[in-house]
C-alpha cells in the first residue's frame, strides 16, 4: 500500500522542482542536438540528486523535523548558520518575488476574460494573501492542495504531449544548428535552476517523521526523477514539432507557447493552464521552505510567521515590477551554493563528528564526495566562462 504522506513528499518535491521554466529547455537546448542536450540534463539530473540525499542525511543525523537553520547551527557552527541563511533567504525571496509578478500578471489576464477588472497590484496582493493563508495551514493542508494541483498539471502536460508525439518529425529530431560545447556548458544554469527542489527536503522529512530511511530516500530519488522525464519528454516533443532555425529565434517562452497554439488547435489554452499550475506549485514549495524556515528561526505563531514569510517578497513584486526578473539570473549561483557546497560542508562535519553514525548515510564514500564538490565547481565555472 503507497503511503500518502510519503506520496504527499514525493509530489511537493517534484511539483518544486517543475516550473515555468521547463518551457524555455527546448529554446536552449534543441540548437546543440537532442543526444547532447540529453546527456548534460542526465548529468545534471545526477549530480542535483546525490546532492539531494547529501541534504537528506544532514536533516536526519541533525535530529530531523528542523528547518535548515538549525540543521545549519548544529553542523556548521553560528557562522555557517548565518551564511547558510543569507544564501536561503536570497534564493526563495528572489524565486517567490519572481513568482508573484508572474502569477499575479497571470490572474489579472484570468479575471480580465471574466470581465472583472483589477490591477496587477490588486492581483498581487491577492495571489499572495491567498497563497498564505494556506502555506500557513501547515504541511499536512499544502500536502492535499499540492497534490490536486500537480495531478491537474501533468494532466495538462500529457495532453499536450498527446498532440505533439504523434506528429514529431525525424528531419526536426536530427537537426544540430551549434556544434561549440562551451555554448551547452553555459546552459548547465537553466537546467540546474530546473532541478531546485532541495530547499523543500527539511519541511518533507519533517512531514514525514514516522517513514524510515529508505522510504526517505526513495522519495527524493522519485521527486527529483519525475521531473527529468517530463523534461526530456517536452524536450523531444516540442525539438520534433518545429524547426530549429524557428525554435532557437524565439525570444521568450510566450512566443514558443502562441506558434505552438497556431500550429495544434487548442493547445494555447493547455500550455497556458500547464504555466500557470507550474508557477504555482513551484511557488507553494518555495514559500513552504520559508515559512518553515522562519518558525524554526523565530518561533512565532502560524500566523506571525506568515506576516514575516510573504511580507518582503510581496514589497519586493510591487517595488521591483517586471525589472526584478532580471536578478533571477543570480539566483543559479546561489543556489550552486545553497544546494551543492552547504550540504557537502554539513555532511562532513556530521562524518568527521560521527554523529548519529548508524543513521542513513548516501553511498560513496569520500570519493563521491569530492565528486559533487568537482559537480559545484563545473556548476560555477559555467555560470561565470
Not at 543526444?35 to 541534504?55: D, E, N, P, S, V
Not at 519541511?203 to 517530463?230: D, W
Not at 532557437?248 to 493547455?270: A, P, Q, R
Not at 543513521?359 to 569530492?370: K, M, N, R, T
Request: glycine share 8%; with cysteine.
Amino acid at each position: 500500500m503507497i503511503n500518502s504522506k510519503l506520496m504527499g513528499g514525493t509530489l511537493l518535491i517534484a511539483g518544486t522542482a517543475v516550473g515555468a521554466g521547463m518551457l524555455a529547455i527546448p529554446m536552449v537546448l534543441a540548437q546543440f542536438g537532442l543526444l547532447w542536450g540529453t546527456l548534460l540534463m542526465l548529468f545534471i539530473w545526477l549530480g542535483t540528486t546525490y546532492a539531494a540525499l547529501l541534504l537528506l542525511e544532514a536533516t536526519l543525523k541533525s535530529g530531523g523535523g528542523l528547518g535548515m537553520n538549525s540543521i545549519a547551527r548544529k553542523t556548521l557552527g553560528k557562522g555557517g548558520q548565518l551564511l547558510t541563511n543569507a544564501l536561503l533567504y536570497a534564493l526563495v525571496v528572489c524565486l517567490m518575488i519572481a513568482y508573484i509578478v508572474s502569477a499575479g500578471d497571470i490572474l489579472q489576464q484570468l479575471l480580465n476574460r471574466f470581465s472583472i477588472q483589477i490591477s496587477l497590484l490588486q492581483s498581487q496582493i491577492i495571489f499572495t494573501g491567498v497563497s498564505a493563508f494556506f502555506i500557513a495551514q501547515g504541511t499536512a493542508m499544502i500536502d492535499k492542495l499540492n497534490r490536486l494541483l500537480f495531478f491537474v498539471m501533468i494532466s495538462a502536460l500529457l495532453l499536450i504531449l498527446i498532440y505533439l508525439l504523434p506528429n514529431m518529425a525525424l528531419d526536426n529530431i536530427l537537426q544540430v544548428s551549434n556544434q561549440n560545447k562551451i555554448e551547452l556548458i553555459k546552459n548547465s544554469a537553466v537546467l540546474f535552476t530546473s532541478f531546485g527542489f532541495m530547499v523543500v527536503i527539511p519541511s518533507v522529512v519533517k512531514y514525514n517523521q514516522e517513514a524510515t530511511h529508505k522510504q526517505l530516500r526513495n522519495m527524493v530519488v522519485i521527486g527529483s526523477t519525475i521531473p527529468l522525464f517530463c523534461y526530456l519528454l517536452w524536450l523531444y516533443a516540442v525539438a520534433g514539432n518545429l524547426p530549429l532555425h524557428q525554435l532557437v529565434h524565439f525570444s521568450n517562452v510566450s512566443d514558443l507557447i502562441s506558434i505552438l497554439g497556431k500550429t495544434h488547435k487548442n493547445l494555447e489554452m493547455f500550455l497556458s493552464l500547464f504555466t500557470s499550475l507550474a508557477i504555482l506549485t513551484s511557488f507553494i514549495g518555495v514559500s513552504m521552505s520559508l515559512f518553515d524556515q522562519n518558525r524554526d528561526l523565530f518561533e512565532k505563531n502560524r500566523f506571525v510567521t506568515a506576516v514575516i514569510t510573504f511580507s518582503l517578497p510581496m514589497f519586493g513584486a510591487i517595488w521591483a515590477q517586471d525589472q526584478f526578473i532580471g536578478v533571477l539570473a543570480y539566483a543559479g549561483l546561489i543556489l550552486v551554493f545553497l544546494a551543492i557546497f552547504i550540504p557537502l560542508a554539513m555532511v562532513r562535519q556530521i562524518r568527521i563528528n560521527k554523529i548519529n553514525v548508524t543513521y542513513y548515510q548516501v553511498c560513496g564514500g569520500s570519493l563521491s564526495l569530492a565528486v559533487c564538490f568537482l559537480f559545484g565547481l563545473f556548476l560555477l565555472v559555467s555560470q561565470l566562462i
